[in-house]
């Protein structure tokens, strides 16, 4: 039991050193069902869509050019609105100026671009590696590619080094999502890393999250990211 807390702490710790926030800002209570504030008028959607800017931002984050959202998506809101972000940065994400011995952070490699979508108005989020995509191209490589976008759990259990035993590594990984999930408390969040390569990438985020029994179709929206 001791080992096990031991390796708690220590996960937690980094996740807090990683992004240089205070520990106690780490492991704060989540579900995977949250309950939005109702979004009725463009007001609200204007400040939906700039918390989520400022939560991609937090996490060295490039916002996309502009916003998308989904009609019908959920019963909060007029006309089911659900309005959504999509972001992206460069490798080696994250970012951190602090060695913590045994455990290496990185979850998205050098040369590598990880895409994130964000959208605020699911509560009832059924995590799948279908439904969201990214296409994408390296107008300084010629490289180009598409991928689908998976829950953001994928990425983030790649943040626990494999030296992590089997039997501690679900509290690590725990640790690690509890922190982020903390600062982007939204159901149907994606991501996805991609072998782009060094160079300017453009790329473009579109699909489908289920929110509950209602398919919500998320229009293309596109950002531009250069990958150093």
Same mark, same amino acid.
């Given at each position: 039991?001791?080992?096990?807390?031991?390796?708690?702490?220590?996960?937690?710790?980094?996740?807090?050193?990683?992004?240089?926030?205070?520990?106690?800002?780490?492991?704060?209570?989540?579900?995977?069902?949250?309950?939005?504030?109702?979004?009725?008028?463009?007001?609200?959607?204007?400040?939906?869509?700039?918390?989520?800017?400022?939560?991609?931002?937090?996490?060295?984050?490039? +916002?996309?050019?502009?916003?998308?959202?989904?009609? /019908?998506?959920?019963? !909060?809101?007029?006309? $089911?609105? @659900?309005? =959504? #972000?999509a972001g992206a940065v460069p490798g080696p994400w994250p970012k951190t100026t602090v060695a913590i011995p045994g455990l290496d952070m990185t979850a998205v490699e050098a040369g590598q671009t990880m895409f994130t979508f964000v959208p605020l108005g699911v509560?009832?989020?059924?995590?799948?590696?279908?439904?969201?995509?990214?296409?994408?191209?390296?107008?300084?490589?010629?490289?180009?590619?598409?991928?689908?976008?998976?829950?953001?759990?994928?990425?983030?259990?790649?943040?626990?080094?494999?030296?992590?035993?089997?039997?501690?590594? +679900?509290?690590?990984?725990?640790?690690?999502?509890? /922190?982020?999930?903390? !600062?982007?408390?939204? $159901?149907? @969040?994606? =991501? #996805?890393?991609?072998?782009?390569?060094?160079?300017?990438?453009?790329?473009?985020?579109?699909?489908?999250?289920?929110?509950?029994?209602?398919?919500?179709?998320?229009?293309?929206?596109?950002?531009?990211?250069?990958?150093?």
């Amino acid at each position: 039991m001791r080992r096990l807390t031991t390796f708690a702490a220590v996960a937690t710790g980094a996740v807090a050193l990683a992004w240089g926030l205070p520990g106690n800002a780490v492991g704060a209570p989540t579900s995977d069902t949250v309950t939005p504030a109702p979004i009725a008028g463009p007001g609200d959607l204007l400040g939906a869509y700039q918390a989520n800017i400022d939560a991609l931002k937090k996490f060295g984050m490039e +916002p996309f050019l502009y916003p998308t959202a989904a009609a /019908f998506c959920n019963n !909060a809101s007029t006309f $089911g609105l @659900v309005p =959504a #972000v999509a972001g992206a940065v460069p490798g080696p994400w994250p970012k951190t100026t602090v060695a913590i011995p045994g455990l290496d952070m990185t979850a998205v490699e050098a040369g590598q671009t990880m895409f994130t979508f964000v959208p605020l108005g699911v509560v009832s989020d059924t995590p799948s590696d279908t439904g969201m995509r990214v296409v994408w191209l390296n107008v300084s490589n010629g490289r180009t590619g598409s991928a689908a976008m998976g829950p953001i759990g994928n990425i983030l259990g790649a943040m626990i080094p494999p030296e992590v035993p089997a039997e501690v590594r +679900p509290l690590a990984e725990k640790a690690v999502q509890d /922190f982020f999930l903390s !600062a982007l408390p939204v $159901g149907g @969040v994606r =991501a #996805v890393p991609v072998d782009t390569g060094k160079g300017t990438v453009l790329a473009a985020v579109f699909g489908t999250v289920q929110n509950g029994k209602q398919s919500c179709f998320f229009l293309p929206t596109v950002g531009m990211t250069t990958v150093a």
